[in-house]
């Protein structure tokens, strides 16, 4: 045999300088690609469900609250109000690093802020609230569909399209968000039900004691299922817009990532939080201005009740037209926050969607490119179910070509 060569190893080539890109860091890297959520944020379209979200919740709020004293406040108004004086110690407890306390002080804010909201003003708030969660629940789904279609497959959703798919997701998002709150409540009315019975009545509280055992079994239940719901409630819309209309597994998903990655959820949440303080400041500070700005200048060569107008405010010595036209001045110089709040929106449920796609990758091995799109599962069952049909009708062909070979040949022998 001829002797091979060796093939000779390409020279490098020294004078040719080395690049680093991003791209070489990070490209193998998931938390980076949190980095996309402004951009997934700042379109128009999806700003403007947000908005529509808003308008709508406060629409039905304010509206309820007209009906009633005039000095009763909007029923959002009071919940965040009363959330916010609890906040202390949550900022406390950040800051000291107890995150555990933090969550505690959360929990206990929020649980403060709702029962005094309900004591205040019980009819209203029974209306406001659960409507004002639905609202968002449906509306978050769609944009959470239009953001992951963009992060995920790079293509653009119409506004009409996400509100479609808002409206069919009702049931789902619902389901994803209310089944385990549903069993939460029927743990703790089965541990009230049970303490009643067998420790409340003489006789059988010794054996109430011993099955307490089954109490405290229930109850690490339930707060399991609080703390999950807790840290993935904002995942739960994301997760339905992304596997289809389906909330168990949606819930099922979210439960099972924050509970088996724990650390990447973590640090995917500190990164999207602190990047939404930063963006989120500064899109306020900018409406902010643009509202200082249009005012001042609107109000510059007018006397003092031009300024007013100016600036949106009424007095008592402006006539019907003045008045009239400061309330529309008001209206008007709401629309730069207005849009502001809906960016910051659509930046949270964007955000929390492709976090909720970073750790099913990180988990499942699932690729972020792979979400729930209508009919396609439909057309790999045909074409699936297709392939098999022209598989056995090959084979059967030529199971009916080797039976005819031996009669062919027994002919050809004979002639």
């Not at 070979?405 to 050809?412: F, R």
Request: proline content about 5%; hydrophobic content about 55%; some cysteine.
């Amino acid at each position: 045999m001829p002797s091979e060569k060796p093939t000779p190893k390409p020279e490098a080539d020294l004078g040719r300088p080395f690049r680093l890109t991003i791209e070489d860091l990070f490209g193998d890297l998931l938390w980076p690609k949190l980095f996309r959520v402004p951009r997934l944020a700042l379109r128009a379209d999806r700003i403007g469900l947000a908005v529509l979200m808003i308008l709508l919740i406060g629409l039905i709020d304010q509206t309820l609250a007209s009906m009633t004293k005039a000095d009763d406040q909007p029923v959002l108004d009071m919940l965040f109000g009363l959330w916010s004086q609890r906040l202390d110690g949550i900022v406390i407890s950040i800051q000291s690093l107890a995150l555990g306390e933090a969550l505690l002080a959360g929990w206990n804010a929020l649980h403060f802020a709702v029962i005094q909201t309900f004591e205040a003003a019980p009819v209203r708030a029974s209306i406001v609230l659960p409507i004002s969660m639905l609202i968002y629940i449906s509306l978050a789904t769609g944009i959470a569909r239009m953001s992951a279609d963009d992060f995920a497959r790079g293509q653009s959703m119409k506004w009409t399209e996400g509100l479609t798919w808002a409206i069919k997701s009702i049931p789902h998002a619902l389901a994803a968000h209310l089944i385990p709150l549903a069993v939460i409540g029927l743990i703790v009315v089965v541990l009230a039900g049970g303490g009643a019975v067998l420790l409340g009545v003489p006789g059988l509280n010794l054996i109430g004691a011993v099955l307490s055992i089954i109490g405290i079994a229930l109850a690490f239940v339930a707060v399991i299922l609080m703390v999950g719901f807790g840290l993935g409630a904002p995942m739960l819309s994301p997760a339905v817009a992304c596997e289809g209309f389906d909330g168990i597994d949606a819930m099922q998903r979210v439960y099972a990532y924050i509970f088996g990655r724990p650390a990447r959820w973590f640090i995917y949440s500190l990164v999207l939080v602190l990047q939404f303080i930063v963006v989120g400041s500064i899109v306020y500070a900018l409406a902010a201005a643009t509202t200082s700005l249009a005012s001042w200048a609107m109000g510059w060569w007018l006397g003092t009740d031009g300024t007013l107008v100016a600036s949106g405010v009424s007095s008592e010595e402006m006539t019907w037209a003045g008045k009239s036209a400061a309330r529309i001045v008001a209206t008007v110089l709401k629309i730069p926050t207005l849009i502001a709040a809906g960016f910051v929106l659509v930046y949270w449920i964007s955000g929390w969607t492709v976090q909720y796609l970073l750790l099913r990758q990180s988990s499942d091995g699932q690729d972020v490119t792979d979400i729930y799109v209508p009919g396609e599962m439909e057309a790999r069952v045909e074409l699936t179910l297709a392939s098999r049909v022209a598989g056995i009708e090959m084979g059967q062909d030529a199971e009916a070509g080797e039976s005819e070979d031996p009669e062919d040949s027994e002919e050809s022998e004979a002639d």
